[in-house]
């Protein structure tokens, strides 16, 4: 609210649909802190539209998501991680001006083993004139975002946002109900103490992402040695970066030569919540928020984190000719 006291011109609906989606994180929230207790842990027998199994948290999750923002008049088309195709809102509701893309439940493997995952938003303005969105609303570069945020279920649960005007955290106090100010203006540092990659694929990189990974392992030129900490997660792992400083990187590889992350779920959100912070975040070679997607589940390679460590990975991967590890 005081962010939309800076623009006369809002509507206060951005704002509503924030709370919207803080409303679903709470209902999720409350889920994932019971999934031992109910019958919600394991595989929901189904495949997502990305070939993996889905979880029965990652179902519950992407119907609550959309379950609360479909109705509200707030957006025209929501766009799921899960989801082959984007939905329109229904044709009798109002189809209001925002377009919301989400990964409902990231990290999912690590659901059944008590660790951290989360929720990623990324909230762009129509392009369409009116009645249920469709298709393009949602391909847009990221750079082309109003809101972006996620949320964390870890120790406890965090939801860290940005509408443009810095990066802002807010910690879910389970006695009231309500998400409250716990990181005002969050800044990352520009070198980062961590690196985080899964380094088991090491054999499928190329020279240029054995190199950089070697001198965050090592030390190299100016570049400190770093400390390795890797959950495979993204959200949880993008977190602890960005308030302790650190580059997260998943390169183009032999098995995924488009890179494995998704570029309108995963990717443009974190992008523009790293830049916000002072952060950075490219695919090796150009700057994410820059990409225009042609399709709804493209993937990238992802460079993300700490300004310095992410320009220092940018200017090696650029050098050898291809993004983050991958083909021209
Ligand atoms: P899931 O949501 O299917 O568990 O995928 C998680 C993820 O997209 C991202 O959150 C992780 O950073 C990345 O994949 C982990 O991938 P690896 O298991 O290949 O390291």
Same mark, same amino acid.
């Given at each position: 609210m005081e962010q939309e006291r800076l623009h006369p011109e809002a509507t206060g609906e951005?704002?509503?649909?924030? *709370?919207?989606?803080?409303?679903?994180?709470?209902?999720?929230?409350?889920?994932?802190?019971?999934?031992?207790?109910?019958?919600?842990?394991?595989?929901?027998?189904?495949?997502?539209?990305?070939?993996?199994?889905?979880q029965n948290l990652d179902v519950f999750a992407n119907e609550t998501v959309r379950d609360a923002v479909q109705h509200t008049g707030r957006v025209c088309v929501t766009a799921s991680e899960e989801d082959e195709e984007p939905s329109p809102v229904p044709a009798n509701r109002l189809a209001g001006k925002y377009v919301l893309l989400y990964d409902p439940l990231d990290g999912s493997t690590n659901i059944d083993v008590n660790a951290s995952i989360g929720t990623i938003f990324s909230i762009h303005r129509r392009v369409t004139p009116g009645g249920p969105g469709r298709l393009e609303d949602c391909l847009q570069a990221g750079r082309r975002q109003v809101a972006a945020g996620y949320i964390v279920y870890g120790s406890s649960t965090v939801l860290v946002y940005t509408t443009g005007g810095g990066v802002h955290g807010f910690t879910l106090d389970p006695t009231i109900g309500e998400f409250?100010?716990?990181?005002?203006?969050?800044?990352?540092?520009?070198?980062?103490? *961590? *690196?985080?990659?899964?380094?088991?694929?090491?054999?499928?990189?190329?020279?240029?992402?054995?190199?950089?990974?070697?001198a965050f392992k090592n030390g190299e030129g100016p570049v400190q040695a770093k400390n390795a900490r890797y959950i495979g997660s993204l959200v949880a792992d993008f977190h602890r970066n960005l308030i302790a400083g650190g580059v997260f990187l998943y390169p183009a590889d032999t098995k995924s030569p488009q890179g494995k992350l998704r570029l309108l779920y995963e990717a443009a959100p974190l992008a523009m919540i790293a830049e916000q912070a002072g952060g950075a975040a490219t695919d090796g070679r150009a700057p994410i928020l820059d990409q225009q997607p042609k399709g709804l589940h493209q993937r990238t390679p992802l460079v993300l984190g700490s300004r310095d460590d992410v320009a220092f990975v940018t200017g090696v991967l650029s050098a050898e000719g291809g993004s983050a590890g991958g083909a021209r």
């Amino acid at each position: 609210m005081e962010q939309e006291r800076l623009h006369p011109e809002a509507t206060g609906e951005l704002s509503n649909l924030l *709370y919207d989606l803080c409303l679903a994180a709470k209902i999720i929230s409350r889920h994932v802190r019971r999934a031992g207790l109910t019958d919600i842990l394991g595989a929901h027998g189904s495949v997502n539209v990305q070939g993996e199994q889905q979880q029965n948290l990652d179902v519950f999750a992407n119907e609550t998501v959309r379950d609360a923002v479909q109705h509200t008049g707030r957006v025209c088309v929501t766009a799921s991680e899960e989801d082959e195709e984007p939905s329109p809102v229904p044709a009798n509701r109002l189809a209001g001006k925002y377009v919301l893309l989400y990964d409902p439940l990231d990290g999912s493997t690590n659901i059944d083993v008590n660790a951290s995952i989360g929720t990623i938003f990324s909230i762009h303005r129509r392009v369409t004139p009116g009645g249920p969105g469709r298709l393009e609303d949602c391909l847009q570069a990221g750079r082309r975002q109003v809101a972006a945020g996620y949320i964390v279920y870890g120790s406890s649960t965090v939801l860290v946002y940005t509408t443009g005007g810095g990066v802002h955290g807010f910690t879910l106090d389970p006695t009231i109900g309500e998400f409250l100010l716990s990181h005002p203006d969050i800044r990352t540092p520009a070198v980062g103490k *961590y *690196y985080s990659v899964n380094e088991s694929n090491w054999n499928k990189w190329t020279p240029g992402v054995q190199r950089v990974v070697g001198a965050f392992k090592n030390g190299e030129g100016p570049v400190q040695a770093k400390n390795a900490r890797y959950i495979g997660s993204l959200v949880a792992d993008f977190h602890r970066n960005l308030i302790a400083g650190g580059v997260f990187l998943y390169p183009a590889d032999t098995k995924s030569p488009q890179g494995k992350l998704r570029l309108l779920y995963e990717a443009a959100p974190l992008a523009m919540i790293a830049e916000q912070a002072g952060g950075a975040a490219t695919d090796g070679r150009a700057p994410i928020l820059d990409q225009q997607p042609k399709g709804l589940h493209q993937r990238t390679p992802l460079v993300l984190g700490s300004r310095d460590d992410v320009a220092f990975v940018t200017g090696v991967l650029s050098a050898e000719g291809g993004s983050a590890g991958g083909a021209r």
